[in-house]
């Protein structure tokens, strides 16, 4: 009988009412996939072309995933995982969690996801996690404005070469929807050659622009809903978090959180205790985020709840962030595409090692190229393509206005570059915007060798009066105080002298500016000797979608066997292969059963994972549909077997086999998924089997 695979796999968390009341809709949107277009070109491994359609129709065959409440009509943006996508996602995790969390020590957590309105206010999400979407007031059609910008230009770029006689590289997918919905194809009209520039310059940042620039793009670049031609309406900001209440009583709102990020935060403090105040530390977790995305696309690349495995780095902000194992990965030789290189149009990437472009400064400093090395470590690890991997850095206006640099690992498909990794330095925002809202003390202490004398102005607040004046708001008003710099305390020290008030901006209190007199406050320059150092950690960041690396690496690995599309490969390293080895017997014949089981409970001691396929089918047929679903090796057990115990060792790539005793094929197969050694060893050391198995 075949042994069946592990049969738990993750649902998404999120139900819409239609399942959960038992009615039917049936979600336009996901029609509108199902009705499957003929798809663009996946350059595989080997330098095949091969229509996407033909790996995506592979990938649901055998349920590596696919799409939620299917029977339903679906929602867009939401993807279940079958066994052998669920096998993968795991074993991508632990690879992850040996690389990074085991590798350096980490504090691994595991965070709530709901979380409540007032811990995303103070980050920043409920005002600024959003996208920009434009509507067409006829149709009512959403767009996200930076998407339809990039369509509607690319399609204008490409009927400008087809016009100019030039080869056009085409997305059948995109092409096909656009017919099918409309009159219009691409019209291969020729452009101007200044407007040629100016549109791929748009193109190359288009990260870079906000709302109001992207209403300037679409108005000056007359950009019109590609479907119908009608005109868009100016882009509005669309906040991507789902909101929810927590409790029954609807009084406490909350969100699912976007990230995993600020739960590992807000335990700063007791990490910091857990790690007896040792620093640099880092803190990792894995699990779901929600994003509510405005056109969820491109299968598992841009769902609406998705994997994330997020590591928080915390580095003292002096000494310029080096960090004690850079020396390790300093030859790692990596593409980097740079901002002034994006900035200028172009995106030629540059050839460097990261040694190289920490010491000329392209990367901000040690630590942050540290991760970047050690993610591309760990991407090319599990089975991408060094070739299809770089490193984009992201422009001013693209990063958040507190972080200092911040590069994303971008991988190449099919639907072309694909961010999958973030790494930001976020430098100390997140933790003081905590400590400023709480008052929790989300610092280091560091008992200095010689105390330290410093002139500065000190600010005394009169508590008593303090508090009844600003009652609920007076902590908020106090820790604005507390953070006013030196400059601004100098020149306010002179304000209230003059005037006897002074006024100061606080965040969240009315209109956001407070008065206070001399009654409440005084301003006097003082000398403190300290003793003890207090400073916030910055952060770096390194942030991966576990879904699109999944999708990517997917490309990467696929193949098709002497150039038949029919028999596809999925050549996933032993280590991240949903199941590491078949084991055939030869046919239904019952003499084979003893031995299947014996080895099956051996591999399972071993901690090998294997799958039984004792179906009818040709042994042929049989390691076809394990070629598919990336099975790395195949035992076979004949008649020979049964005498004299000896068995064949197929490898999935290069189909060669070798014969030995039971012994040392485990022992071999105990290496090859431990990444001890790879087959090309295991070739060298046992005898090769170029016969046929004895019937
Ligand atoms: N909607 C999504 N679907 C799948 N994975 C996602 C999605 N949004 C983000 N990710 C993954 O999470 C990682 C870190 O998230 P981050 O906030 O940096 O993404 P982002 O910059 O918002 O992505 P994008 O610009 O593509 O929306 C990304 O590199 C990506 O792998």
């Given at each position: 009988m075949t042994q069946l695979l592990p049969r738990i796999f993750p649902r998404s968390f999120l139900s819409p009412p239609s399942i959960l009341a038992r009615t039917f809709t049936c979600s336009p949107a996901l029609q509108k996939q199902n009705r499957n277009p003929k798809m663009a070109t996946v350059k595989t491994k080997t330098g095949q072309e091969v229509d996407r359609l033909v790996l995506d129709s592979m990938l649901r065959r055998r349920m590596f995933y696919t799409p939620s409440f299917e029977i339903y009509g679906g929602v867009s943006g939401l993807y279940d995982y079958g066994p052998p996508g669920t096998a993968l996602v795991n074993n991508l995790t632990d690879v992850w969690r040996k690389h990074f969390v085991l590798e350096e020590d980490m504090l691994e957590v595991d965070c709530t996801m709901l979380t409540p309105h007032d811990i995303l206010k103070t980050s920043g999400h409920v005002d600024k996690f959003a996208d920009w979407m434009c509507k067409d007031?006829?149709?009512g059609e959403i767009f996200r404005a930076d998407h339809l910008v990039e369509e509607v230009l690319e399609a204008r770029l490409k009927g400008d070469k087809e016009a100019r006689g030039q080869k056009v590289e085409v997305d059948a997918e995109k092409e096909a929807k656009k017919k099918k919905k409309s009159k219009g194809e691409t019209k291969a009209v020729k452009l101007d050659d200044a407007v040629v520039k100016e549109y791929e310059e748009t193109l190359a940042q288009?990260?870079?622009?906000?709302g109001p620039e992207l209403e300037q793009i679409i108005k000056k670049f007359d950009i019109r809903n590609p479907v119908t031609d009608g005109p868009v309406l100016p882009p509005v900001a669309f906040n991507l978090m789902f909101q929810t209440s927590i409790g029954p009583s609807s009084n406490m709102p909350g969100y699912l959180r976007p990230e995993t990020a600020q739960g590992q935060f807000l335990n700063f403090q007791k990490l910091l205790e857990f790690n007896q105040q040792g620093m640099p530390f880092a803190s990792a977790s894995i699990g779901k985020s929600f994003r509510n995305e405005i056109s969820p696309r491109a299968g598992l690349l841009r769902v609406r709840e998705f994997l994330m495995a997020e590591i928080e780095h915390y580095v003292d902000?002096?000494?310029?962030?080096?960090?004690?194992?850079f020396v390790e990965v300093k030859d790692v030789e990596m593409s980097l595409l740079d901002r002034d290189v994006q900035l200028s149009g172009r995106t030629q990437t540059t050839k460097m090692t990261i040694g190289k472009a920490v010491e000329t400064g392209l990367v901000d400093n040690e630590t942050l190229g540290y991760f970047l090395a050690r993610i591309q470590l760990f991407l090319t690890k599990i089975g991408v393509d060094f070739n299809k991997l770089r490193f984009r850095q992201h422009m001013q206006n693209e990063m958040a206005h507190y972080a200092a640099d911040c590069w994303d690992a971008e991988l190449h498909t099919s639907y072309g570059w694909i961010e999958c990794v973030g790494c930001a330095d976020r430098s100390a925002y997140d933790l003081t915007v905590h400590k400023n809202k709480t008052g929790a003390p989300l610092v280091v202490r560091e008992t200095r060798a010689e105390p330290l004398r410093v002139e500065e102005w000190q600010i005394d607040i009169e508590k008593k009066k303090f508090g009844p004046r600003f009652k609920k708001d007076a902590k908020t008003v106090e820790a604005a105080v507390d953070a006013l710099s030196q400059e601004l305390r100098e020149k306010l020290s002179l304000d209230l002298k003059n005037t006897g008030k002074i006024e100061i901006d606080v965040d969240g209190v009315g209109s956001g500016k407070v008065e206070l007199d001399k009654e409440l406050i005084n301003i006097e320059k003082r000398t403190r000797v300290e003793n003890v150092r207090e400073y916030t950690p910055n952060v770096i960041e390194p942030s991966f979608g576990i879904g699109r690396i999944l999708y990517c690496m997917v490309e990467h690995v696929y193949w098709s066997r002497a150039g038949d599309e029919a028999r596809g490969v999925l050549s996933f390293p032993p280590a991240v292969a949903p199941t590491k080895v078949l084991l055939v017997p030869l046919?239904?014949?019952?003499?084979f059963k003893p031995l299947i089981q014996s080895l099956s409970s051996k591999l399972r001691k071993i901690g090998v994972f294997s799958r039984v396929d004792d179906s009818s089918a040709s042994i042929g047929k049989r390691y076809a549909r394990n070629d598919e679903l990336g099975t790395p090796f195949g035992i076979t057990v004949d008649f020979q077997s049964v005498k004299d115990n000896t068995i064949t060792l197929r490898d999935r790539d290069s189909t060669k086999q070798v014969r030995a005793s039971e012994d040392e094929i485990l022992a071999a197969l105990k290496s090859l998924t431990d990444g001890e050694e790879t087959w090309a060893d295991i070739i060298k050391r046992l005898p090769e089997f170029t016969g046929q198995e004895v019937e």
């Open positions: 007031p006829k149709t288009l990260d870079n622009f906000d902000p002096e000494g310029g962030k080096k960090h004690p194992r046919s239904t014949n019952p003499a």
